[in-house]
Nanobody, 122 residues
C-alpha cells in the first residue's frame, strides 16, 4: 500500500504560479511512477503529468505543456508540480497518483491521494 498526501493548493490569479507537493509513504514508493491528474468542476478526471521512477521519462497533457513541470525527490519520496502561467481552465481538484509504470490513463495508477483544490481567477 502506498499513501499519498497532496499539499500546496489554493487560489491564484490568472498568469500566476502555484506549486503542489505530494508526499508518498508506504510500500517501496520510490519504485513507482508518480504523477498528477485533475478534475475540473463537473468534468471527468484528466491527465496532467507523470514522471517515471528513474526520472528518465516525463509525460505532459497537451493543455499544460510548457506551463507545468513535474519533478521528484526519490530520497524524500516526494513529487512536485510547478505550475506557471495559470489560466482559469486550470481550476480543478488535483490528485497525486502512483503506479507501477508511467502512463496517461487513470487505470495506470493504483494509488491516489485525496486531492488538493486549485482555483484560478481571471
Amino acid at each position: 500500500q502506498v499513501f499519498l498526501e497532496e499539499s500546496g493548493g489554493g487560489q491564484a490569479q490568472a498568469g500566476g504560479s502555484l506549486r503542489l507537493s505530494c508526499g508518498a509513504s508506504g510500500r517501496t514508493s520510490s519504485r513507482y511512477a508518480m504523477g498528477w491528474f485533475r478534475q475540473p468542476p463537473g468534468k471527468a478526471r484528466e491527465f496532467v503529468t507523470a514522471i517515471s521512477s528513474n526520472e528518465e521519462r516525463r509525460y505532459y497533457g497537451e493543455t499544460v505543456k510548457g506551463r507545468f513541470f513535474i519533478s521528484r525527490d526519490t530520497a524524500k519520496n516526494t513529487v512536485a508540480l510547478q505550475m506557471h502561467s495559470l489560466i482559469p481552465e486550470d481550476t480543478a481538484l488535483y490528485f497525486c497518483v502512483a503506479g507501477p509504470g508511467i502512463g496517461v490513463r487513470t487505470v495506470d495508477y493504483d494509488y491516489w491521494g485525496r486531492g488538493t483544490q486549485v482555483t484560478v481567477s481571471s
